[in-house]
């Protein structure tokens, strides 16, 4: 499994770098529409939809929502949405205590779900998007906090493996331990360090943006346990089968629409 998930992301990391780093905004906001509305539709069936007519449905009002969005890209809305994706992941934590809290296949179960799918993508693609566009190095941005979020996994996996005895959250994600989540914090803060110096960030600034790193890879933590609650309550293994190895869109991008908004909103604060 290991030999097959690396294969797949060898090959699906540079066209993800390319991009990021080397398209224009609008093509960059294109493909992440795509992208997460693939995603949504995931998170529809994890949430006891069944019905392909109303998924696809549901999908064409995000579409909707994704255009009007652009259209109001520079608004007070955006900073506003950021600040809500932020509190809505606050709030999750909450959630991931309380393990049954919604596990019952129930019509409210199903809409408080799908109310928290838009919590989840939209303000992840307002994040995402702001950080793109920014200047001088909107580009740079983007890639740097995703490569937050790949060395912390990368860091968690390893050191888990390696020293994880104490498990993090056993009930929602029994592989997932605190040493795990202590070398998400190493992998992070290293590529906030380099990256950051890169991008010529350094003193205060610098330290302010390492320190923003860790609160993002706790985002990304909680983002996965997230799906992995949803998960648990749908009985499946995988959001998708797209990726071999990897499940489906949803399980890559877990990590990624916790993280975005917390380091956007982040790095507004620190005037980055």
Not at 76 to 81: I, N, R, T, Y
Not at 169 to 177: E, L, V, Y
């Amino acid at each position: 499994m290991l030999l097959q998930r690396t294969l797949t992301a060898l090959l699906l990391a540079p066209l993800v770098i390319l991009l990021i780093l080397w398209s224009p905004t609008t093509v960059f906001a294109l493909i992440v529409t795509i992208a997460f509305l693939a995603a949504l539709w995931e998170w529809t069936r994890l949430s006891g939809i069944k019905d392909s007519s109303v998924r696809l449905a549901l999908l064409a009002v995000a579409a909707v929502i994704f255009a009007l969005l652009w259209w109001t890209r520079d608004s007070v809305l955006w900073p506003l949405l950021l600040g809500v994706g932020v509190a809505w992941w606050i709030a999750v934590c909450q959630w991931l205590r309380h393990f049954a809290f919604g596990a019952a296949p129930t019509r409210e179960n199903r809409l408080f779900k799908l109310g928290a799918g838009a919590l989840v993508i939209v303000p992840a693609w307002v994040a995402a998007l702001t950080l793109h566009q920014g200047t001088p190095y909107g580009h740079w941005w983007t890639f740097l906090a995703l490569g937050i979020v790949w060395a912390a996994d990368i860091g968690a996996y390893f050191s888990g493996r390696m020293f994880g005895k104490r498990k993090l959250a056993p009930t929602i994600s029994p592989g997932k331990t605190w040493a795990g989540v202590y070398g998400a914090f190493v992998g992070g803060a290293l590529v906030a360090g380099v990256g950051g110096s890169l991008l010529d960030v350094h003193g205060s600034q610098l330290a302010g943006l390492i320190l923003l790193s860790a609160v993002t890879v706790i985002a990304s933590i909680i983002g996965d346990l997230l799906e992995s609650l949803m998960k648990r309550h749908a009985a499946v293994k995988d959001s998708g089968n797209l990726f071999p190895g990897h499940g489906g869109l949803l399980d890559r991008l877990d990590s990624v629409f916790a993280a975005l908004p917390v380091f956007a909103a982040g790095k507004l604060l620190l005037g980055l």
